[in-house]
């Protein structure tokens, strides 16, 4: 059976021995090909698909998930979920009812399932092409390559909702090494999005070889406490790997620094923080969330203010409060929580002016693994490289640095948001942040 008629066969059977639950089930399809040295190195065809259910007896959840979608599978995944109630807490959470969604448009464009593999590849190897023209440093294109995705989601409870959402993009991504002076360095691009007119194989390779080159020839900077500048491109990274904090389960674990600063000033009144899966132009947009629920904007920092938390049907209960539309769910995962779609307002300044804001400063545009950071403490210790600053013109490049600072010390340090966003296809836009002081170490 397909994936549909197994969600209503696993219903139908659900609904005779279980209290309530609910049933998610998941498909993606990826194509995808990478390219090096003028030929097509391998190319991937990759797809999966499952359904899972959460149901209760005597109160208690039992989880269970099958990729067979047989109808013996089916009913194996059921009496699994019935046995693992034994083992679980009572939940008294009521599921949603169903509601009268509108959808978001943009979200799947059927026109990219025209777009080829031989037309992929002759784009890759066009990229590949103007990457060696736009530069004699270029030694090597290592990373070349081009995938087109689409997935879908369906989500069914015993009150009748039943709702279905799909979605698709086609992205392109290259890794250019330039070398001088027996330095060598990477300059990695991706371009992602849902209209293929948009893609520009010159813009591309460009902005690989310049991202490349803007790191050759570094110099050390001096140990110490430093003005530094996230670009566009590190910013939306480094407020992900915190976002946690806003999670009121993370809050009721004791795992978030925010445990007692709901309603209280955490960061200047020109920060304004927002969950926002309403927005046409962002992948993370949705109008129901994992559990069914109905999506909304919530303005979670808003002039400076810890002023909301984000929870799923199960941190709303243990608050008194209604969930909201913060789930995240795979069909073989639990429920946990998440951003859907992760957006700082932009500020007013120029990436010119904020770079001008101090007469020396750190503009950071790469990091290096995220091992030295936790969500739990705020703690970030990570590896950097960028470029010194003096009087707003740019001296040199950095490498070999650490960065060391807690995040909401962070947000206390900002003095300026830029007023871009990176241009990737991104559920997370953040500006650029000024920050008055970083410890860098060598």
């Known amino acids: 059976m397909d994936i549909q008629e197994a969600v209503i066969y696993l219903k139908e059977i659900a609904s005779k021995k279980a209290e309530q639950f609910d049933i998610i089930a998941g498909r993606s399809l990826s194509e995808g090909l990478s390219v090096f040295q003028g030929k097509v190195q391998n190319t991937e065809i990759s797809e999966s698909v499952g359904l899972g259910i959460r149901l209760f007896k005597n109160g208690s959840p039992g989880y269970a998930h099958t990729e067979r ?14 046995a693992h109630t034994a083992f679980t807490e009572a939940l008294p959470i009521n599921l949603p009812s169903p509601e009268t969604l509108t959808d978001i448009d943009g979200l799947y464009n059927p026109e990219l399932k025209k777009i080829s593999l031989s037309e992929m590849t002759s784009f890759c190897l066009d990229v590949e092409a103007s990457v060696f023209k736009a530069s004699s440093e270029i030694e090597n294109v290592p990373y070349l390559g081009a995938d087109r995705s689409e997935s879908a989601i369906w989500i069914a409870n015993h009150k009748g909702v039943f709702y279905e959402r799909h ?14 002076d027996g330095i060598k360095k990477v300059g990695i691009y991706s371009k992602s999005g849902m209209d293929w007119s948009e893609f520009n194989s010159s813009f591309i390779a460009n902005q690989s070889v310049e991202r490349a080159l803007e790191l050759l020839s570094p110099s050390p900077i001096s140990k110490g ?19 946690s904090s806003f999670f009121a389960d993370s809050i009721q674990k004791g795992q978030s620094r925010l445990q007692d600063l709901f309603n209280e000033t955490i960061a200047p009144d020109f920060f304004h923080l927002s969950n926002d899966p309403w927005r046409t132009d962002l992948p993370g947009s949705c109008t129901f969330d994992g559990e069914g629920v109905s999506t909304q904007k919530i303005d979670v920092v808003q002039s400076g203010v810890f002023c909301n938390k984000l929870y799923n049907l199960e941190s709303a209960y243990r608050d008194g409060v ?9 069909y073989n995962g639990k429920v946990e929580t998440s951003f859907k779609n992760i957006v700082v307002a932009p500020g ?13 400063c750190l503009y950071v545009v790469k990091l290096e693994g995220s091992s030295g950071c ?15 600053f003096e009087n707003g013109k740019p001296v040199h490049a950095v490498e070999g640095i650490t960065l060391s600072i807690n995040f909401f010390d962070l947000l206390k340090r900002l003095v ?17 942040l000024a920050v008055s002081e970083v410890a860098v170490s060598n």
């Open 167 to 180: 979605r698709n993009d086609i992205s392109v991504g290259v890794g250019s090494v330039a070398h001088r």
């Open 374 to 388: 936790s969500a739990v403490s705020g703690e970030m210790s990570i590896g950097a490289q960028g470029i010194w």
């Open 322 to 330: 209604l969930s909201t539309g913060n789930a995240s769910r795979s």
């Open 225 to 243: 406490n430093h003005p530094v500048v996230f670009s566009n491109r590190v910013s939306g990274a480094i407020v992900s790997m915190f976002s």
């Open 348 to 360: 007013t300044l120029s990436n010119e002016e904020l770079l001008k804001m101090f007469p020396k």
């Open 416 to 432: 300026a948001l830029g007023n871009t966003y990176n241009d990737s296809f991104s559920s997370v836009k953040v500006p650029a």
């Open 69 to 82: 979608l047989t109808p013996s599978a089916i009913e194996q995944t059921l009496e699994d979920a019935l």
